[in-house]
């Protein structure tokens, strides 16, 4: 069942929103070869505490920490850990959730670890720019299946892999609620888009093989060739006009209409 949220509702979860964009920006400026990902979920933890919101990846399903952190070849749900020292040339997803007053927000960023190849260059821009190929289609009266097709055209036309084992979602009070928000599918099916509606856009796009696979600690997900892969992702709010604002970005988006 979708929960439509009403606009005081939709306030709140800008708040939410703009808060997790403040701490992605600021884990963002930290991440340099020589630190380790435990120390970026520290500094995430204690952020998001000291504004008075709540890290709510940690426990959720068992997860054991308060920010997932994927490297390379990792999808997503990669754990921090004081071992895992960050060096030249990876990159690092950053997938975060966070609620305040009791509403959630989720978004993450790819970032690079000091300089990386062109092959790597182009995973992060495309992957990004899938995000606001999807984001374009999240207008009132178009159905799921638009965004989902924008995300996977433009990614395989570019060469690159769309991962099918994990997919966006609702979001609400609750981290994930539905409609499941697929990064693959056909235009025209799927859930109509309306007002009040609050999805999660999050293209997972590999440069190699879109198959991954599950390792033994039982979270992260690594792509099958161990080609890198990268994720971008959004809280966004389908508006009373039908329009699309993203709650995870201070700006809502605006000045991305002509991509
Ligand atoms: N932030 C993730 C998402 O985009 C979910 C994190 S899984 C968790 O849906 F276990 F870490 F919470
Ligand atoms: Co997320
Ligand atoms: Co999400």
Redesign the pocket.
């Known amino acids: 069942m979708i929960i439509i949220k009403n606009p005081e509702q939709i306030a709140l979860m800008r708040s939410a929103g703009h808060l997790l964009y403040d701490v992605l920006q600021y884990l963002a400026s930290q991440v340099s070869p020589g630190i380790t990902t435990e120390d970026i979920n520290r500094m995430a933890d204690e952020m998001i505490r000291k504004n008075g919101a709540i890290p709510?990846?940690?426990g959720?399903?068992g997860?054991p920490?308060s920010?997932?952190l994927s490297v390379d070849d990792e999808v997503?749900?990669g754990i921090p850990s004081p071992n895992v020292v960050l060096q030249e040339g990876q990159i690092i997803s950053m997938?975060?959730?966070l609620s305040l007053n009791g509403w959630q927000s989720?978004s993450?960023l790819t970032v690079p670890v000091g300089e990386i190849s062109q092959k790597k260059k182009e995973l992060l821009r495309i992957t990004e720019e899938c995000f606001w190929k999807g984001w374009h289609q999240a207008l009132s009266g178009n159905r799921i299946g638009d965004i989902s097709a924008a995300v996977q055209k433009h990614a395989e036309s570019h060469g690159f892999g769309v991962v099918r084992d994990?997919t966006?979602?609702g979001i609400g009070r609750e981290?994930?609620e539905d409609p499941s928000v697929p990064n693959f599918g056909a235009p025209g099916h799927g859930p109509r888009l309306k007002p009040g509606m609050t999805i999660?856009i999050?293209p997972m796009i590999t440069a190699g093989t879109w198959r991954v696979h599950e390792l033994a600690d039982g979270?992260t997900v690594v792509t099958n060739d161990h080609q890198p892969a990268s994720h971008y992702?959004h809280t966004v709010v389908i508006r009373p006009d039908g329009e699309p604002e993203i709650l995870s970005l201070p700006d809502g988006g605006k000045g991305r209409e002509l991509l």
């Open positions: 709510t990846e940690l959720y399903a997860y920490k920010i997932c997503v749900h997938d975060l959730t989720d993450c994990l966006g979602h981290m994930h999660c999050e979270w992702e």
